[in-house]
């Protein structure tokens, strides 16, 4: 199982930057896991978005910074099956707000389904099970396997216990930080700091802790001193264009 990040940032991308979109590639098969602003330019650089060479997509939920590229991924995937075999775009999601919900039909280009707390399916012979994690829209964190690997990637969410078990002995977690502890500010229940992403990754005894969904001005730095103090493995800041084999 391959990991590619294609964009990393939130709430907007930084110039030449992309939202938090993430490429997976397993079996020859290619599955891409959010779909923020910019995601879709990314992605070109590794396959023609409208070659019809998704297989997938997984949404962690429905907040405009992770599906925004979607609405125009639909396009390309329009493109993809005209006059051609190619099979609607499957993608995963969960079915709330359904305001947001109701805007990614389009046409019969893609083909919905919901995910829950209960969801576990296997996509290009990877694994999927979700968890429902502390966030103002519902989202959901992703445990996927493939050939005894295994990657977490948390989404959006405030501190939750049972997060350590979710993630426990994932070969790599994946997981949105924010904030500082100090300028976690008035999020504290929709979003971890720093500092709690390496309280996570310690816990739950990953290998190692990459953070992602990093704001779109500034240096990095901070947040990784933060969670290098907490968690003893190795620790890392996404960029786009980090290619990682699990
Ligand atoms: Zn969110």
């Given at each position: ?49 409208k ?25 390309a995937?329009m493109l993809a099956?005209q ?164």
């Amino acid at each position: 199982m391959k990991l590619t990040v294609l964009g990393c940032h939130s709430p907007y991308p930084p110039v030449d930057g992309a939202g938090p979109g993430y490429l997976l590639t397993h079996a020859g098969a290619n599955l891409l896991l959010d779909c923020g602003s910019g995601v879709v330019s990314k992605l070109g650089q590794y396959l023609d978005p409208k070659g019809g060479k998704l297989a997938a997509v997984v949404l962690s939920h429905l907040h405009a910074d992770h599906f925004s590229d979607l609405l125009v991924l639909r396009y390309a995937h329009m493109l993809a099956m005209q006059g051609t075999q190619v099979p609607p775009l499957a993608v995963y999601c969960p079915d709330v707000p359904e305001t947001e919900r109701a805007v990614i039909p389009f046409r019969d280009v893609l083909s919905l389904h919901t995910i829950d707390e209960r969801s576990h399916f296997s996509l290009a012979g990877m694994t999927f099970a979700f968890y429902r994690t502390k966030h103002i829209y519902p989202c959901y964190a992703v445990r996927i396997e493939a050939e005894g690997r295994s990657l977490v990637y948390t989404g959006d969410t405030a501190w939750d216990d049972n997060l350590v078990e979710f993630a426990a002995l994932a070969d790599v977690l994946l997981v949105e930080a924010c904030f500082t502890e100090q300028n976690k500010g008035e999020n504290p229940a929709q979003h971890m700091s720093a500092r709690e992403c390496g309280a996570l990754a310690e816990q739950a005894i990953v290998g190692k802790l990459i953070l992602t969904h990093l704001p779109p001005v500034g240096d990095c730095a901070e947040l990784l001193a933060e969670a290098r103090a907490a968690f003893s493995g190795e620790t890392s800041v996404a960029f786009s264009g980090l290619c990682l084999e699990l």
